[in-house]
């Protein structure tokens, strides 16, 4: 069988290093609903800040200790994280108007300040399914509950239905039920109408003057258990089911209507309209389908109090929002039309921050690896994962695309945060000395050129101690692909610079600005004679992971140097100062295999000497050069034919050595 990601895990235990993380009750938007983080799982999809759905790889825990930042946002609510979470932000630029333009950047929980915009996704995800199929086993000792037909169509009747019931509806035993005001018999005989036609179900109809309400009751065990799978049982659990979240926004409009009539109030008065609920996950369900009408909605909670739960209001209190609502819930959805507003585009909305707030934390906090978007989404906000992960991510993929069996791969490594990484991987692994994975590497592949060998390494250990190990396994044109994790810093040891950092940069180690040129890794691995030379960045998993299939299946030494932004003590090359800086080479038309374009391309970043005032530099990503040429293996004929382990050592006599140096 081929292997896959759930064959490269380990099992025993889980990786804990991950620094940006939110507290355990933070709610975090699913596809299609929302779910506290402790109940997010490996497989489960989340919604990216693309609005679109993508699958958590890894989740992650661990206990922080230290400060804890409460964002807590205009619109929607609050999100609690550590300082160094990269969040995707808008800077406010003046203090009193909205912001003209919207330039958006990832920036860190501790860097933001009063008034700027948390950026919230649109959902994009469209699925306009024409009907639904009634799925349920028939029982032999059920006789009052009549067959139901094989599917419902889901047109306005049905929509409408599903809202009313959301709102007002209830399952008891065999029955589905509902409640309305007796100030809503329209809307209770619109019920009696739609469940004839659809269901062929009658009602008992009751009025009950003492709680002015009308009670409707339609006999089916089959349907009941139906709509409790779909609608969830009890007010409290109340939600939408997927295959009505992903409707179009033109369709939807009939949900809603039917959901405000239930639970919702308009006053014409005010120009204000609410939807109430206790539901935690229908409030972020009912905020993600006015998002997609173009309404911007402000949600309040309502604390418990006497016999009542604490409850949760979506209001609509723009006048501009508001028309919008009307037209809708007044009949007219067709009429919808979409429109511009300064806070809100088809793509997100932005959340002012009114208050940050700061206190000590001691607990578990949690963060997960979100395949290729790399970023998911809170109440208020769009927080990315750890480049760690996105680099590990993209060679567990690797590993798969290749069809290796975790037999056929090694991974060895020195001493850093990436070193880690043969720890979590399910193949043969070596964690060695900081700086000295080189050599154990090239020892196994010699021993055993059967192997993929994979050196994994950062900064620090490949670039200042490992070096001279590096620079000769590159002349010599081992058959291997060395993956370097590159955040310019050294992150294990809290801080201090390393071979990479830039020039001008200070930390907590190194408080007098660096004045020394950094190495750059790109010129390095071309200087010193590597076949393939080529950069990644942990921000782009697809581009990672295509990079690392295409080194491993090189034949000679293959260098990937990845920018992975260290969030915790690098607070200069953060994934937003990457976005905005690279570029990829197969789309500049490079040629890799021109060297001497491959140096031009490699000097225009790091920079050996200051930025002058306005400049920014270039960094390009993909393969800088790739060339074929004999290995070192190619030239030791005792491996020809087969891998020294393989090869019979009986009648191998060493008594000559042992005269020899006696």
């Given at each position: 069988?081929p292997?896959t ?7 025993y235990?889980?990786p ?24 997010i ?5 989340v ?5 679109m759905?993508?699958?958590?790889t890894?989740v992650m ?9 409460k964002l ?6 609050e999100?609690?994280?550590t300082?160094?979470?990269?969040i995707?932000?808008?800077?406010r630029?003046h ?5 003209k ?6 920036i860190?929980a ?25 799925l349920?086993?028939?029982k ?5 509950s ?5 599917e419902?169509?889901l047109d306005?009747?049905?929509?409408r239905?599903?809202g ?5 509806g ?10 309305f005001?007796v100030?809503?018999?329209d ?6 109408t739609?469940?004839?036609d ?6 008992i109809?009751r ?6 309400t ?6 089916s ?14 007010a ?13 926004k ?7 209507k039917?959901m ?14 609410n939807y ?10 009912v905020?993600m389908l006015l998002?997609?009408?173009?309404i911007?909605p ?5 604390k418990?109090y006497?016999?009542h739960?604490v409850?949760?209001s979506?209001?609509?209190?723009d ?5 919008l ?18 806070l809100?585009t088809k ?9 940050i707030e700061?206190?000590?934390?001691r ?14 989404v809170?109440?208020?906000?769009i927080l ?17 695309q290749l069809?290796l ?9 020195g001493i ?5 990484l043969p720890?979590w ?8 000395l ?6 154990v590497a ?7 050129h ?8 950062g ?7 490992g ?11 081992v058959d291997?692909t060395?993956?370097?994790?590159n ?7 809290t801080?201090q610079?390393s071979p990479?950092?830039s020039?001008?940069d200070k ?5 007098v ?7 750059n ?6 200087a ?25 299946k090189h034949?000679?030494?293959?260098m ?9 003590f ?11 800086r690279v570029y990829?080479l197969?789309?500049?038309?490079h040629d ?5 374009q ?5 000097e225009e970043?790091?920079?050996?000497r200051?930025?002058k005032e ?12 790739r060339?074929?040429r004999p ?5 030791m ?7 020294l ?5 009986d ?7 042992f005269?020899?140096?006696?």
């Open positions: 069988m292997t990601v759930k064959d490269l895990e380990i099992t235990d889980k804990n290093w991950c620094p940006g993380c939110v507290v355990p009750e933070t709610f975090i938007q699913t596809n299609p609903s929302s779910r506290v983080v402790t109940k799982k490996e497989s489960d999809r919604i990216g800040s693309d609005g759905p993508h699958e958590v890894k825990e661990h206990v922080h200790e230290g400060v804890l930042y807590v946002s205009k619109y929607f609510g999100t609690s994280l300082p160094e979470h990269p995707l932000a808008v800077r630029k203090k009193k108007l909205h912001n333009e919207w330039k958006s950047e990832w860190e501790g860097e933001l300040k009063t008034g700027d915009y948390l950026l919230y996704p649109v959902l994009k995800e469209v699925r306009d399914l024409s009907s639904v199929a009634l349920y086993d028939k032999t000792k059920d006789t009052r009549r067959d139901l037909p094989k419902v169509r306005k009747a049905f929509l239905l599903a009313y019931y959301i709102a007002e209830y399952v008891h035993r065999r029955s589905i039920n509902f409640t005001h100030k809503e018999e809307f209770a005989d619109d019920v009696i739609v469940m004839q659809l269901f062929s179900l009658s009602s109809k009025y009950r003057k003492g709680k002015k009308i009670d409707l009751s339609f006999n065990s089959y349907l009941s258990e139906i709509f409790e799978t779909w609608f969830g049982k009890g409290e659990q109340k939600k939408i089911p997927d295959f009505l979240m992903y409707l179009s033109e369709r939807q409009t009939e949900l809603l039917g405000w009539r239930g639970d919702g109030w308009v006053s014409q008065k005010t120009h204000r309209a109430k609920t206790i539901s935690k996950v229908l409030c972020e369900q905020k998002l997609r009408q173009g911007l402000t949600i309040t909670v309502n418990a006497s016999i739960k409850s949760y979506i209001q609509v209190i006048p501009h929002d508001f028309s609502l009307q037209t809708f819930l007044n009949g007219n959805s067709d009429k919808v039309t979409d429109r511009s507003r300064s809100i793509d997100f909305a932005f959340l002012p921050i009114k208050k700061t206190k000590p934390y607990g578990p906090v949690h963060n997960f690896e979100v395949d290729t978007e790399n970023a998911y809170t109440e208020n906000a990315h994962n750890c480049g760690d992960f996105g680099i590990w991510v993209s060679l567990k993929n690797a590993i798969v069809e069996n975790p037999w056929e791969v090694v991974l060895v490594s850093g945060c990436s070193s880690k720890y991987v399910k193949t043969y692994g070596f964690n060695g900081h700086g000295r994975p080189m050599p090239e020892g196994i592949r010699l021993a055993n059967g192997l993929k060998v994979i050196v994994i390494g900064d620090g250990d490949q670039y200042g101690e070096g001279n190990h590096l620079m000769h396994a590159a002349r010599r044109n291997l060395l993956l370097i994790h955040n310019q810093i050294y992150g294990l040891t801080g610079y990479t950092t020039i001008g930390n907590k180690a190194t408080p600005p660096v004045t020394e040129a950094p190495v890794p790109m010129s390095l691995g071309l010193a004679g590597a076949t393939f030379v080529a950069r990644g960045f942990s921000g782009d998993n697809k581009q990672e992971t295509q990079l690392l299939v295409e080194a491993v034949k000679g030494f293959a990937v140097d990845t920018m992975q932004p260290c969030v915790t690098n607070h200069h090359n953060t994934f937003s100062w990457f976005y905005e990829k197969e789309e500049a038309g890799p295999k021109d060297k001497i491959a140096f031009a391309r490699a970043w790091p920079l050996r200051a930025l306005g400049e920014k530099e270039k960094v390009a990503t993909g393969i800088f050069y060339e074929e290995t070192w293996e190619d030239g004929p005792q491996i020809a034919t087969s891998p382990v393989r090869q019979p050592i009648k191998v006599d060493i008594n000559p050595l005269d020899e140096l006696m």
